[in-house]
């Protein structure tokens, strides 16, 4: 099964990947070049250094957003879905800053703290941070009463049933929602490289742009794409190593 799960994926890839190429070389539009020159442009990138000194700008903000939200977003997730009163206070403002259109608001940063690492790094959390909150509250809030009350039953103490039942059984569905918001972060670093200051790989994108460079426009933009799969596939061997045999998701009582 894993071979097979394997070879659909890359026979996926494939067929993407020779789509773009007849797409380019048709052309669908002047501005859309072939797969092989971008990945050509791509090759170029990376050899003289290019595009591993742009990664080294734009993983900084990534890095310490993502590490923010993760951290908090857990934290305020499972102090949400342990208590209805801060569940009532603050879930409204998690669902409005996912639904919010984030290109909006990132003028406000700006002129709030200026075009430095503050703003990139309060977007990549704006944009990360309530998915990860939402899926830790509604993990924790969802956990089977049945579990909670075999705890009971025994004579547990309140602390214990929460580390020792509804952290362990909510923990799938928290991670979860790890990976989406990391996902989500990735293109919050992406929107505040474009939207703030021009730096690291939104840099490449838009002088590549504007000089009508289309491939490496093309090739910054699918390397993106790439860093973010492999770690989302990543996080998720790791998901399975840690809750391998474990019931993702929760049946009714």
């Known amino acids: 099964m894993p071979r097979r799960a394997l070879l659909l ?3 996926s890839a494939a067929i993407l990947f020779g789509a773009w190429e007849v797409a380019g070389r048709i052309p669908v539009s002047y501005a859309f070049p072939t797969f092989i020159d971008s990945m050509r442009a791509l090759l170029e990138m990376f050899a003289d250094g290019t595009m591993i000194a742009a990664y080294a700008e734009t993983l900084k903000p990534l890095a310490v957003g993502i590490a923010i939200s993760a951290v908090l977003g857990i934290a305020i997730g499972l102090w949400v879905g342990l208590s209805s009163v801060f569940d009532w206070l603050f879930s409204p403002i998690f669902v409005v800053m996912q639904a ?114 289309y491939p490496s426009m093309y090739a910054a933009i699918f390397s993106i794409i790439l860093l973010a799969v492999l770690f989302l596939n990543l996080l998720e061997k790791v998901e399975t190593v840690l809750f391998e045999g474990n019931q993702r998701g929760y049946v009714s009582d």
């Not at 909150?133 to 089977?144: C, D, E, K, M, Q």
């Not at 049933?161 to 979860?176: D, G, K, T």
């Open 100 to 213: 919010a259109p984030l290109a909006a608001l990132i003028p406000l940063l700006v002129l709030a703290y200026g075009i430095g690492l503050t703003s990139k790094v309060l977007v990549v959390c704006i944009m990360a941070m309530p998915v990860i909150v939402l899926n830790t509250s509604g993990a924790v809030r969802n956990t089977p009463e049945s579990l909670k009350e075999m705890g009971r039953s025994f004579l547990a103490s309140e602390l214990s049933i929460i580390l020792r039942i509804i952290i362990p059984a909510a923990s799938p569905v928290i991670f979860a929602g790890l990976r989406l918001g990391i996902s989500a972060g990735f293109i919050g670093a992406i929107l505040a490289e474009l939207k703030i200051t021009p730096t690291g790989v939104g840099d490449i994108i838009t002088f590549s742009r504007s000089i009508a460079d």
């Open 9 to 11: 994926k890359l026979l």
